[in-house]
């Protein structure tokens, strides 16, 4: 019979064709990690995030057998347990840690409990009838697998999190989710279940996890074991606060990043970024970030402003500066031959490669080109000396003449599904650990700035995974269409970003390309719509290709007007007045950022993350709330004046715009005139002062 055994709070099982380790991981949650055996006495070596080769001989407490040191986002030593395991000699195993109980089969079945009512949060599932085993190892050659884990599913359970996509649900139960990276599409592995329970598949792998009315099934497409952590928690925020503390709970923001930040496609020079800055001052408008944009340089890979355009960026970021705007730059990963840094990054293997051989190439454009596609290489930043390589170009180029901040664009890295799982990281193949190079760019840049002395990293990134909030990615939702279709999207999708652990997250609002033009009337009520709905977003930031705007990625490309005042004359006072009401705002999103710093708790949240135990609030998707305090219902339809409110009950709400009180678990019909969207504020909340006399 094989059987468990229990050390120091952990159960190991070692059967014939599987290792199988359930250990503590923190106050109220487990680890568990298994692979395939090839004999009894098979072990694995691997290489770390940071670069490190190591065998098991180097690590200090690992099993043997069970590779610690394979990238995931479980790297942080976790927080103190009480846990206590035993193991029966009939073959079954029990472990107990704070709120979570884990009971194993003799087949090595687990269950996992709420410790004190015993209910049922989550069980193992077998596949097949005559598989004992819930896990599945398919060997592909190489030492690796296809790797499956099934789970019981449960009628009138609800799924959230696992980070944006675009299938416009708030609850994911009954979707097939891709674990893949894309623009618009960024897969965190980590689910808030309402049964009481968080899990993060810790995989960087490519593949899926199939939320399906009979199972629930995690797939990694290739990948060397099987890794997932699982918490329980009595309300969802003490499954965020548990998950933050073994990811990683993000820094505090900057207090500039909290303010109104402006984009558009691309400002050209930097004659075209003054006078725009110029003109928000002129006419009072709140501005607290400016971005330059991409083709800034003269290649991509250079990481540097162009002389021509830029001739004096020390003295634009001081103009900025006493103006009170920040600037921000676009950064990319791709390389292309003709840039001054491509010969060093490619000699000394900081470039990414490709499995069938060479560097990993992609066609893009190249500035100044105009249709002409340059291949393009991809910077390795999952190799510390190419981060530490980017880091120093970002300083001496950007951060020495007083850029505040960097957008971490096309972070994915953009290619096709096909190139991606071709690549060939310093970590491993792209299709085993692919999903993590967003948060080895985030990576890059935070530690170049801790270095520095910066206690507050920030950066706009396009793509994320588990633990990048750690490195103060400020994730924005990319490419995403200008309608009111995709405003609606983009509500649901941030509440599971939120709900995936990523705190800071935003929109462009008014969306990106496809369309746009600040003319049409049709579409200045969807920027309005937007920009109202962007002002109580963690960040906000107007951004966009508005029409004109062709030749695409010519010389000359800028894109079409895309400022608050460029959308006609019954938008601009709508657009100012919020501009002003999100500065009154601030003080209240500081608050906000303190305790997301030490809770992991976001900063925009779904109704049921502070009303639990109103179940209504659980099926709420179009409303949100910003802290504990404001409740926000958008208007994402075309010539909508009023909408349908739902009040959590637990708490009495003040309308924001005639001062009525209201108690919760009510449904009202609420006045939604072009000029706001309905607020409500909690009774007694010193944020209410914000909305005196404003828009909201």
Partial sequence: MTVFTAQDGALERRAPHELLVVEPWGPHAVRVRARALRNPDDTIAG??????????????????????????????????????ATAHADGTARLVNGRITVEADEDGKLRFLHTATGRELLADKRPYTWYPEPRTFAPLGDGAYRIEQSFEAYDGERIHGLGQHLHGRLDQKGLVIDLVQGNTLVSIPFLHSSRGYGLLWNNPAMGRVELGGDTTRWVADEARQLDYWITAGDTPAEIMRAYADVTGHPPLVPEWATGFWQS????????????????????????????????????????DFDRTDWPDPEGMVKELEALGVKLAVSVWPTV??????YTALRDAG??????????LTFPWPSRGHGADHQPMAYLDSTEPGARRY????????????????????????DLTPELAARAVYAVGPGIQVGNLYGLAQARAVAEGLQQGGDERPFSLVRSAWAGSQRYGAALWSGDIR???????????AGLNVAMSGIPWWNTDIGGFGGGGDPTDPAYQEVMVRWFQ???FSPVMRLHGDRQPNWPTFSADMTGGPNEVWSYGQEAYPILSAHLHLRERLRPYLLELAEATHRTGAPVMRPLFFDFPDDEHAWSVDDQFLLGPDVLVAPVTEA????????????????????????????TLEVPAPLERIPVFVREGAAVATAFTGSAG
């Fill in 639 to 666: 010539g909508a004046r009023v909408r349908a409110v739902y009040l959590p009950a637990g708490a009495r709400w003040t309308d924001t715009v005639n001062g009525e009180l209201h108690e919760g678990g009510t």
């Fill in 264 to 303: 558009k496609l691309r400002y050209r020079t930097q004659d075209e970024l003054l006078a725009v800055a110029r003109e928000y001052k002129q006419r009072g408008l709140p501005l607290a970030t400016i971005i330059c944009d991409f083709f800034h340089w003269t290649h991509m890979g250079d990481w």
């Fill in 390 to 413: 980017l880091w120093q170009q970002l300083r001496e180029h950007y951060r020495e003449l007083g850029v505040a901040a960097f957008w971490l664009d096309a972070c994915e890295p």
């Fill in 336 to 341: 292309e031959p003709g840039s001054v840094n």
């Fill in 482 to 492: 200008p309608t009111f279709e995709s405003l609606a999207q983009q509500v649901r």
């Fill in 533 to 535: 709905y962007g002002t």
């Fill in 350 to 359: 900081l470039l990414v490669g490709d499995r069938h051989g060479g560097l």
């Fill in 47 to 84: 290489r770390s995030l940071d670069g490190s080769s190591v065998t098991h001989a180097d690590e200090v407490g690992a099993v043997a057998g069970i590779d610690a040191t394979l990238p995931g986002a479980l790297d942080i030593p976790p927080p103190d347990s009480t846990a206590t």
